[in-house]
């Protein structure tokens, strides 16, 4: 059972709840802090400097926030050793959702007291990482846009499908070969590519519903050849998961996935977050950097989830 906690605390996530869900997060800490003495917490603001090379090493580092907080504690716990703790408090919470972190604070707070430690895939892309999904096309183009536009990202996750229709008109599809574990597929007049650890994203899209992040693989989604008036009408299947069975949707599996877009130029994003650059884009499932302090015990992966 941890006894040392850091949290990150991102008050402005989920539109403010954060800040909201922090004071019940910390009533519930000082409460346990009185059953037990051993018990210590500190917080800071997150993204502001703080030396986490003097945390001991048996500190959870814990995000409080949404996928967003996540996506950017991660790399610290990586790169000092930590384990990883999540507090669910922003809009979409599709990582915490997805591993069975619970939605209520407190109970949330009661799974880093007494949860287990367990190693979670994550993307490796470079230097960088992503937790959830990273996507290349219309979702990509959605996630610059609602960052753009505060009025669309206050709507929270109103606000992608407020955001879909007008991106569509704008949405110019792409030719891009994929290589999966070193075996290559040529896509053309693509709209959607994901790629998924976990099944949903942007606050409930199913867009990998067969997904885990305890099988070492990744979920690819690639959508290429819709009309836009095609785009429109499959969108809503997303939600429900559905969309894997219809024509001109492609679902793959694999540890190592290459990207190589035509042009050389590429624009997406990494768990909502914008990404853009050049060259191919190499993305590798790591199951040996990173661990989580989840409810229960680790699951266990079904033996025929394989790439």
């Known amino acids: 059972m941890p006894n040392r906690f ?7 996530a989920g539109r403010g709840r954060a800040g909201r869900v922090w004071e019940r997060v910390r009533a519930r800490l000082e409460e346990q802090a009185r059953l037990n003495p051993n018990l210590i917490y ?10 986490f090379d003097h945390l001991d090493p048996e500190t959870v580092l814990v995000a409080v926030g949404g996928d967003g907080s996540v996506h950017h504690a991660a790399p610290l716990a990586i ?4 384990t990883l703790g999540v507090i669910p408090a922003g809009t979409g ?3 915490s959702a997805a591993l069975g972190i619970p939605a209520d604070p407190v109970r949330a707070v009661d799974v880093l007291l007494n949860g287990t430690s367990t190693p979670v895939d994550i993307a490796q892309v470079g230097e960088r990482w992503f937790i959830n999904a990273g996507g290349f096309g219309l979702d990509a183009d959605i996630a610059h846009f609602v960052e753009t536009h505060p009025w669309v990202k206050r709507r929270g996750t109103l606000g992608y499908a407020v955001a879909f229709p007008v991106t569509i008109a704008h949405h110019r599809p792409y030719t891009v070969r994929v290589t999966l574990d070193g ?5 053309e007049k693509v709209t959607l590519l994901i790629v998924a650890l976990s099944p949903r994203l942007a606050g409930g899209m199913k867009i990998a519903p067969e997904a885990s992040q305890f099988d070492g693989i990744f979920d690819i989604c690639v959508a290429h050849g ?16 559905t969309h894997i069975h219809l024509p001109g949707v492609f679902m793959g ?13 590429y624009r997406g994003q990494f768990d909502g977050e914008r990404v853009s650059g ?11 950097v990173l661990r989580v302090c989840l409810p229960g015990r680790p699951p266990v992966t079904d033996p025929e989830r394989t790439p």
């Open 6 to 12: 850091h949290f990150l605390v991102n008050r402005i």
């Open 278 to 288: 050049e060259g191919p884009v190499e993305m590798v499932c790591r199951s040996d």
């Open 183 to 187: 075996q290559s597929h040529q896509f």
């Open 79 to 82: 790169r000092h050793g930590l």
């Open 42 to 51: 500190t917080f800071s603001p997150a993204g502001e400097p703080f030396p």
């Open 93 to 95: 919470n599709d990582f």
């Open 226 to 241: 819709f009309t836009k008036p095609g785009l429109l009408k499959a969108f809503p299947t997303i939600y429900r998961g």
């Open 253 to 265: 599996r694999a540890k190592h996935i290459r990207l190589d877009f035509e042009n050389g130029v």
